[in-house]
């Protein structure tokens, strides 16, 4: 029995591993693939446990039988745990997959039919001895052959990933095969090349199990090799406030998270039904035709919005899940609380309302101060009684034309003129009339002249026109004109109808030859002029116009 105790002991030991790694750890697809491979290494101390426990040729047969089974399937195990493990998986296709295992399934067969004892032959003694046979020697060539082509997928991984965390879950795995590969040689070495020349040491293949087995599971802990996004993806879906409800094409709930609950009390295997659940809530804008289109449209991307009876508002999304020829396989539904942003929005709809309402009184009182700085600024160069531009204005003005008539030799004209025994007026008729007859006399000017003519009350009862490109013969004519209009004109007072004239003096300039270095010096001049040819008109008679003389 001593030659049982190391076999029955890392048979422990190795399931021991096991459970602890099904209790600790959550199933991937990985801890899967990992748990199988764990099992195929258990097979072999258990297998050799007990062919030595057991009298019975037949038994110890199939138990060597079944730990040599064992061993032919962890090469190919290896092999396809690291390509998972390297994420090179899609090399695993079924026809790649089926040629990979070809060789390891031809050596089981082997191993189970062992024809003519060409695998191992038992001998008789007082412990089960065992002769190898040819069959053997192809099983461990093959083994080894997918160890070997492990290890270059390995060494390839290590060598293009430069992630450091990543290396030494690789580099740790690696010395697990090492370790295995090692002590099956050993064991090959020892109790079966030199089995004649050297004592048998039993547990020399279980030892290299069980050791390159801890490796391993030092780099599921140390390094957390195994698959974790899909453990992560499970508990995001589980742990978010949106509720999500997964449902085939017949709505059978296939998986609903803890969010779901708050909005659908349903459970993995319900049957969903969506009109039963909006049954309530017909009445809400949108819901029937969101129902129609659910109905009839369920490869459609759906959504809407909707007012529970606890007054909260939920986004409800339809998402079709479809295969490769776009058939409707299931659904997502997820549900939204939107309560806290609807009030946002509802609050910032308010103030946006409110922020619109004082635009529109902000744009009211900007109007209004354009109309009035329209106003002032009109008032600033107009004249109050009579509209007509005020003399700083036509000052202003002057300046400005007078430079550009003179550097492009543009003739124009200007007169100054007044009404005639004005303050006769105002003792006879009083000033209201007096102010009557000063505007109807701006009018009667202003009905004469052109609409590039500018008409300026200079002061009183004295007003001055600007006529840009006028020469002399032009002013004098449109001069007769306008004392002949107001000559015409007859003013409604309380006693009788006034009549009056004016007398003006005109000025115009076409002699461009000189040089006007000052403009304000040489308005001052033409002023002079026609002032003295407006008072030469008054000496002479009134209700006439001369023509002013410049130097």
């Not at 009109?378 to 007509?388: F, N, P, V």
């Not at 550097?407 to 005639?420: C, K, V």
């Not at 102010?435 to 006399?441: A, L, Q, S």
């Amino acid at each position: 029995m001593g030659l049982l105790w190391p076999d029955l002991l890392l048979f422990i030991s190795l399931f021991i591993l096991f459970a602890c790694v099904i209790a600790f750890n959550r199933l991937t697809l990985t801890h899967k693939l990992y748990l199988a491979f764990h099992f195929l290494m258990m097979l072999w101390p258990l297998g050799q446990l007990a062919a030595n426990i057991t009298d019975y040729p037949h038994y110890q047969n199939f138990f060597i039988q079944l730990s040599f089974v064992a061993v032919g399937l962890i090469g190919p195990g290896w092999l396809c745990f690291v390509l998972f493990l390297t994420q090179r998986s899609s090399m695993l296709k079924p026809a790649r997959l089926a040629a990979m295992l070809a060789p390891a399934l031809v050596c089981i067969a082997g191993v189970i039919w062992n024809p003519n004892h060409l695998f191992f032959e038992m001998l008789a003694g007082d412990q089960p001895m065992r002769k190898y046979g040819p069959l053997f020697w192809v099983l461990s060539i093959v083994q080894y052959a997918y160890l070997f082509f492990t290890l270059i997928q390995m060494f390839h991984e290590l060598k293009n990933d430069t992630s450091v965390h990543r290396r030494k879950q690789l580099a740790t795995t690696l010395i697990g095969m090492f370790v295995l590969s090692g002590f099956s040689m050993l064991d090959l070495l020892v109790n079966v090349l030199l089995k004649d020349y050297l004592p048998v040491v039993p547990g020399l293949m279980s030892l290299g199990i069980l050791l390159s087995d801890i490796c391993f599971i030092l780099a599921i802990y140390r390094f957390g090799m195994f698959d974790i996004l899909s453990m992560a993806q499970q508990d995001i879906f589980e742990h978010m406030t949106m509720g999500i409800v997964v449902v085939d094409d017949n709505g059978k709930v296939l998986e609903a998270n803890r969010g779901s609950g708050s909005f659908a009390n349903v459970t993995k295997g319900d049957h969903f039904e969506m009109e039963k659940f909006l049954a309530s809530l017909h009445s809400q804008e949108g819901v029937g035709e969101f129902l129609y289109r659910y109905r009839h449209y369920p490869q459609e991307r759906l959504q809407t919005e909707l007012t529970l009876h606890d007054q909260r508002h939920v986004s409800i999304q339809i998402s079709p899940v479809l295969d490769h020829t776009k058939a409707v396989l299931g659904r997502i539904i997820t549900f939204h609380d939107v309560t806290e942003l609807r009030k946002l929005v509802d609050e910032m709809n308010r103030k946006n309302e409110a922020l619109h309402e004082r635009n529109l009184e902000l744009i009211t009182i900007q109007d209004e101060l354009y109309r009035v700085n329209q106003k002032l600024e009109q008032m600033a160069i107009t004249d109050s009684l009579t509209g007509c531009y005020n003399r700083r204005f036509l000052m202003q003005q002057l300046e400005h034309e007078v430079l550009l008539n003179l550097r492009y030799r543009i003739p124009f004209s200007i007169f100054l003129f007044d009404i005639d025994f004005f303050k006769h007026v105002n003792d006879r008729y009083g000033h209201l009339a007096g102010d009557e007859v000063i505007r109807r006399t701006a009018e009667i000017v202003k009905s004469q002249l052109r609409r590039t003519d500018i008409l300026a009350r200079y002061g009183g009862e004295e007003f001055t026109v600007y006529l840009p490109h006028t020469n002399r013969e032009q002013a004098e004519h449109l001069a007769e004109r306008i004392m002949a209009a107001v000559f015409d004109n007859r003013i409604d007072s309380e006693q009788e109808q006034i009549g009056i004239t004016i007398s003006m003096g005109i000025v115009t300039e076409d002699n461009f030859d000189q040089q006007v270095d000052d403009v304000k010096e040489y308005l001052r001049g033409l002023f002079s002029s026609v002032d003295a040819a407006l008072y030469k008109a008054k000496d002479e008679g009134r209700n006439r116009a001369v023509i002013a003389q410049v130097n």
